[in-house]
């Protein structure tokens, strides 16, 4: 049976304007104690927006921390007091221009749970009519359509390196 480690202190030691960072003081199974290091995060969405030929909405853009442009779908994360559907929508919108008559929730998954509690939500966009984008100020994004088979290639070929935009294309593949 696993134990769940009991928190003894916690300290935050940054917040910022995505993410804070606390390192929490813990009891481990033999009684000892140690350190865990935790990047705290408000949640995201990521959102498959489908069209009627059945192709899937893909973003470029430039992505600082790993240096270089990738594949990605539309994503952002969650506001104070916004649900994972109600971002889903702002962000489809932001990014591509897309509005969706219908989204429904795929799939959900922490990013990285061994440091972190980030969790993304994953919906699939359908019904989607496009219109004016609503870039934020920090953002270049090239918008993209692609066949969901082509996008599930390239995920195969490792030409898609983005963990949301892989399950997101693997789950819809198998659900369309």
């Known amino acids: 049976m696993v134990i769940e480690e009991k928190t003894i202190s916690s300290d935050k030691i940054y917040t910022g304007k995505t993410i804070s960072l606390k390192v929490d003081t813990v009891e481990t199974i033999n009684q000892g104690y140690q350190k865990r290091e935790i990047v705290e ?38 506001e104070p007091g916004e649900t994972p559907k ?23 998954f922490y990013t990285s749970a061994g440091f972190s509690n980030q969790k993304i939500y994953i919906y699939l966009a359908t019904d989607i009519t496009v219109g004016e984008r609503n870039l934020n ?12 088979e082509e996008a599930y290639n390239m995920v ?12 997101g294309i693997l789950i819809a593949r198998e659900l369309i």
Request: charged share 30%; proline share 4%; hydrophobic share 40%.
């Open 41 to 78: 995060h408000p949640g995201a969405v990521g959102i498959l927006a489908l069209n009627e030929n059945n192709e899937i909405v893909l973003i470029k853009q430039f992505r600082k921390p790993i240096e270089k442009v990738i594949w990605e779908i539309p994503a952002g994360k969650l």
């Open 86 to 108: 109600e971002c889903a929508q702002r962000e489809l919108k932001e990014e591509t221009g897309y509005d969706a008559s219908n989204l429904k929730l795929i799939h959900k």
């Open 137 to 148: 100020d920090d953002e270049d994004i090239e918008v993209h359509t692609i066949s969901l």
């Open 156 to 167: 195969i070929q490792n030409e898609i390196e983005d963990a949301k935009t892989a399950i």
